[in-house]
């Protein structure tokens, strides 16, 4: 605690104040009954190729919204909210879907029937769809109907050995996060068809774990079977760049058997190897580096250093009509620093494992009474940890507060200690809560409520025509893009595609890998 408060010390108000952040939120489209919408992406809306703040993620059925990068919780949540209320205008005018409130699913039909992501004829966008091709082949596409919420976090004079003491900790303290805004404990029984689990019946087709927080990030989630065997190293930008190289250029046996193109010549997956591209690693938070059009995300690290990070475990917020709230950025900010500003030691092969451990538990069992996780090999209560940690998080909020002015930060994280001390007020238990008052214990009955409820909401915000105005023309601009990328494009794609999973495009390694973002 005394090096914290004495970093704490060292940290200018300016810096403080110079922190950023961005949020980026998935969200399937559905049906008023509640079943997968199936329709393409909606005109209206723009390329999902080349729209800045509106494209899709895994299927064409996904929407992925997108903020700019912003000084303030505040200014973040206003353009969410704003991409938000143009997208539900946009779907109103055409039909009567929504947008799904929850992180687990609607109902879903057959795996082969959820539809991919279509970004066009360019080679740029045939590879986004192929890549997604290759996604379904080795996980299936039902698990990438899972949504979340991205926030991308920046703190300047922070060097890329700085960013992955960040990440270490945030690794290690991320049952937390689990704990305190896991809204996902209850899922459709259409999700898991066919597959092992370990979940309860709950009513016909609602099956969930009673003490769970967030089934998105348990077993049931991102998780493969090959990539299960990488043990991705954050001690140092090099050496969790030499972990990421050797997946992308392993051939993987049963990757390989499914091929690159099937009989017919249509494309299966951009490579056999075990990951296709950097995206495909799941992890709950990542290095990241803006890239230049065409660069691989590896190549930009290795050049250029980190130059933020990305918190990915976080599940929409049902009770919330854009997914996440205020509070919780502030809480996020708060917890971030606390990771970049306390000790973090080199992780290991063995805390690794752990970590794996204490998230899946987390997941499952979160909320259980007298629940203990692994910590540097012995037993602890998570609740005694999560005291540990709030406790050291109360003067780094007091810290942002001084620098920000009000009191909003300390009252994030007392926020946090009262839910924490009251379980009962955890948004997973107040999903089961809600599904058992109001909707005889249907998840699907209660989430297809709660976006109705969302979509009115967004509805009626104050709109204007110079708004309207605006969006349409970013609209038009990204369809006009879209076309002169596929209108210059003169390679033939398979010959893209080699050049671009071609192990010299993954940059070479550094030696030293602690450049200073601006």
């Not at 049906?31 to 895994?58: E, W």
């Not at 360019?122 to 192929?130: H, M, Y």
């Not at 990421?244 to 390989?256: F, G, K, S």
């Not at 109705?452 to 601009?477: G, I, P, Y």
Request: glycine residues 6%; contains cysteine; hydrophobic residues 40%.
């Amino acid at each position: 605690m005394t090096s914290l408060n004495h970093r704490l010390d060292a940290l200018s108000e300016d810096r403080l104040r110079g922190m950023r952040r961005g949020l980026e939120k998935e969200s399937l489209r559905s049906q008023p009954d509640g079943k997968l919408a199936l329709t393409p992406h909606p005109a209206a809306l723009g390329s999902a190729l080349t729209h800045p703040h509106i494209t899709t993620d895994y299927s064409e059925s996904q929407l992925e919204l997108i903020t700019g990068v912003h000084e303030s919780v505040e200014s973040c949540l206003a353009e969410l909210t704003e991409v938000h209320q143009y997208t539900v205008r946009s779907m109103r005018a055409v039909g009567d879907e929504m947008m799904w409130a929850s992180s687990m699913p609607c109902g879903l039909p057959t795996d082969e029937t959820i539809p991919l992501g279509r970004y066009g004829s360019s080679n740029v966008g045939r590879a986004k769809s192929v890549y997604r091709m290759g996604l379904g082949h080795r996980y299936g596409r039902r698990m990438q109907t899972i949504s979340g919420i991205h926030y991308n976090w920046s703190l300047p004079g922070v060097s890329s050995d700085e960013y992955f003491a960040t990440i270490r900790n945030f690794r290690r303290h991320a049952f937390l996060l689990l704990t305190l805004f896991g809204a996902s404990p209850a899922v459709c029984s259409s999700f898991v068809e066919g597959r092992e689990h370990e979940l309860q019946k709950l009513s016909e087709r609602t099956l969930y774990m009673p003490h769970g927080t967030s089934l998105r990030m348990g077993r049931l989630g991102y998780q493969s079977e090959a990539q299960a065997t990488l043990a991705v190293c954050y001690n140092a930008l090099e050496r969790n760049a030499a972990s990421l190289h050797d997946a992308l250029t392993r051939p993987w046996p049963a990757y390989e058997a499914v091929g690159i193109r099937n009989p017919g010549g249509d494309y299966n997956q951009l490579a056999t190897t075990l990951l296709q591209i950097e995206n495909e690693f799941y992890g709950t938070i990542r290095p990241k580096r803006v890239i230049y059009p065409g660069e691989r995300p590896l190549h930009a690290l290795r050049e250029r250093g980190v130059e933020y990070i990305e918190v990915r475990l976080m599940d929409l917020n049902p009770f919330e009509p854009i997914g996440i709230g205020a509070s919780t950025l502030r809480f996020l900010d708060v917890f971030l620093l606390h990771c970049m500003l306390s000790d973090s030691p080199p992780d290991t092969p063995a805390e690794i494992r752990e970590l794996a451990h204490n998230q899946h538990l987390t997941a499952a069992r979160g909320r259980e009474p007298g629940l203990n996780l692994m910590r540097e090999g012995q037993a602890v209560p998570l609740m005694q940890w999560a005291d540990e940690i709030l406790a050291e998080l109360v003067p780094i909020a007091e810290a942002l507060d001084l620098a920000h002015g009000g009191i909003d930060h300390a009252n994030a994280v007392a926020l946090a200690i009262a839910h924490l001390q009251s379980p009962e007020l955890l948004p997973s238990a107040r999903v089961l809560q809600a599904m058992h008052a109001h909707h005889d214990d249907s998840f699907v009955g209660f989430a297809r409520a709660q976006s109705r409820v969302t979509h009115q909401h967004l509805l009626s915000l104050e709109w204007s025509s110079k708004q309207q105005a605006r969006f349409e023309a970013m609209a038009a601009k990204s369809v006009e893009d879209q076309r002169a990328i596929e209108a210059a494009d003169t390679m033939p794609f398979e010959i893209y595609r080699q050049e671009y999973v071609s192990p010299s495009r993954l940059g070479r390694p550094q030696t030293q890998a602690t450049a200073v973002t601006a």
